[in-house]
């Protein structure tokens, strides 16, 4: 294993003389990913506020329970963000390997949340709630413009500056010419790397929503929740991490248990969501009623919708494992 690790990742080499310095445009997109750190951190108090406001004019009870997860993940790309566009300011190569990486993920996230959107707004703004006045359709197409605008400006525009930047040949010289010396994250090819991080994060999200959300999980056909729930996640959360680490020393068994176990997961979920009721799964979630009723109003909250996300949002994921494949060699 250490010999094919070797052999797959030299020690890096000195950048050339004739690079373009650019550190004045690193400090730049440095300042620019502290700020949307700031932002982030500024949405967790703005979710708690929504949350209790709507909850007192519903007359609900206020759950937060069921926000942490999303309060989470802002609380913590908000340090995400700050300490990577410190990095950057610093012209550190471990910043700047992380923000191509979470930039392109950021990309691609927002590509199919466009997508997402432009099927499924139209039919959230046709429905029309008990006792209320359908919108008209020049105010439904207003709507749909502005959030998707909304949504191209935070998901594809700005990831998209940050992989243009930060994938130059100039930006990348210049990190290694103002830090010399080896990091981790040179440790294996970026996609590689990007890979054994998304899976450290999918052991960590499935540790949380099984605290948070009962242990609830799709099993072929069946929503088990509860200790039997627990029982299905925590092999997973097991093998997510091995995979992660596997992959990280360029481990192609760690490639295979991630192909087979990812292939399991959206099997299981797929012949889930074509059986049972979306909303039986909101239920053992511990959402409460009042917001339970108002989901089953959105006509397109459906166990059909959600098998469509779920085969959709596999793909580009398969895509890219198959892709990373090129990177493990076969070992003795």
Request: aromatic share 12%; proline share 6%; hydrophobic share 60%.
């Amino acid at each position: 294993m250490s010999e094919a690790f070797a052999v797959n990742q030299p020690p890096p080499v000195p950048p050339t003389a004739d690079f373009k310095d650019r550190h004045g445009g690193l400090i730049g997109f440095g300042i620019l990913v502290i700020l949307i750190g700031c932002l982030c951190a500024l949405f967790v108090p703005l979710m708690i506020l929504g949350q209790m406001m709507a909850a007192k004019t519903t007359g609900a009870t206020t759950n937060l329970r069921t926000m942490l997860p999303a309060v989470m993940v802002y609380a913590v790309m908000s340090v995400v963000f700050i300490w990577l566009g410190i990095g950057s300011t610093m012209a550190r190569r471990w910043a700047r390997a992380l923000l191509l990486i979470l930039g392109w993920v950021w990309l691609l996230t927002g590509v199919l949340m466009e997508f997402f959107m432009a099927i499924f707004l139209p039919k959230a703004f046709a429905h029309v709630p008990s006792g209320g006045q359908p919108m008209s359709q020049a105010t439904q197409a207003v709507a749909i413009i502005v959030a998707l605008g909304f949504v191209s400006v935070m998901f594809v525009v700005l990831p998209g500056l940050l992989v243009l930047f930060y994938r130059s040949p100039h930006v990348k010289a210049t990190c290694q010419a103002r830090d010399p010396v080896t990091r981790w994250t040179d440790a294996c090819p970026l996609p590689v790397l990007a890979l054994s991080l998304l899976l450290a994060y999918g052991a960590v999200w499935m540790a949380l929503m099984m605290l948070v959300y009962n242990s609830v999980m799709p099993f072929f056909g069946l929503l088990v929740s509860g200790l039997p729930g627990a029982i299905v996640i925590l092999p997973f959360i097991a093998l997510w991490l091995y995979c992660a680490w596997a992959i990280y020393h360029l481990d192609v068994a760690g490639w295979w248990a991630t192909l087979i176990g990812f292939g399991v997961i959206i099997t299981s979920g797929l012949i889930t969501f074509a059986r049972v009721d979306l909303m039986d799964m909101y239920r053992l979630m511990g959402y409460p009623p009042q917001q339970i009723e108002q989901m089953q109003r959105n006509s397109f909250l459906t166990s059909q919708n959600m098998l469509v996300l779920t085969a959709i949002s596999a793909l580009p994921f398969l895509g890219f494992l198959l892709f990373v494949k090129k990177y493990f060699r076969r070992t003795a």
